[in-house]
């Protein structure tokens, strides 16, 4: 999107882009018994999965291990890109795109950064209110899981 800013001193007109912002969550399996989430200590207010904004000179690689490192205290082993979200509307601050991936957790889970609380839950059955579009990101795991576990 191009948008048109006038300077109010002279009038000159300039030209920014406005493109979505990259961001990374990421799907935490947890010894076999459920799936990370954190309560956010910052609005919008709820549970969500580990995840953040993509820094640049970042791969999403990158940034999904750092960010499961930062607000959760746990190293992963990524197991795969899960999908692609890109509702302009999943965050109210921006339009932020994110990247989904699955990983194993390991280590003792302790929230950090900018995470209230932390605790596992069945993805099947996640505690409300959840942030974001996390929900949906969770129903639409559950459901391939569901799938893979029956093969």
Not at 57 to 71: Q, S, Y
Not at 76 to 86: I, N
Not at 134 to 142: E, G, K, Q, V
Request: hydrophobic share 40%.
């Amino acid at each position: 999107m191009l948008v048109e800013k006038i300077c109010p001193r002279c009038g000159f007109i300039t030209r920014e882009h406005r493109n979505p912002v990259p961001t990374v969550d990421i799907i935490i399996e947890y010894q076999d018994r459920g799936v990370v989430l954190v309560k956010r200590g910052k609005p919008p207010w709820g549970w969500a999965l580990p995840g953040g904004f993509v820094d640049y000179g970042e791969t999403l690689e990158e940034a999904a291990r750092r960010e499961a490192r930062e607000e959760t205290g746990l190293e992963v082993k990524l197991l795969g890109q899960f999908h692609a979200y890109s509702d302009p509307q999943r965050d109210p601050r921006q339009h932020a795109i994110t990247m989904v991936f699955v990983a194993r957790g390991y280590g003792v889970p302790l929230a950090g950064d900018d995470a209230g609380d932390l605790a596992i839950f069945s993805p099947e059955n996640p505690p409300e209110p959840m942030a974001f579009d996390h929900a949906r990101i969770l129903a639409d795991y559950a459901a391939v899981r569901r799938q893979w576990l029956e093969k």
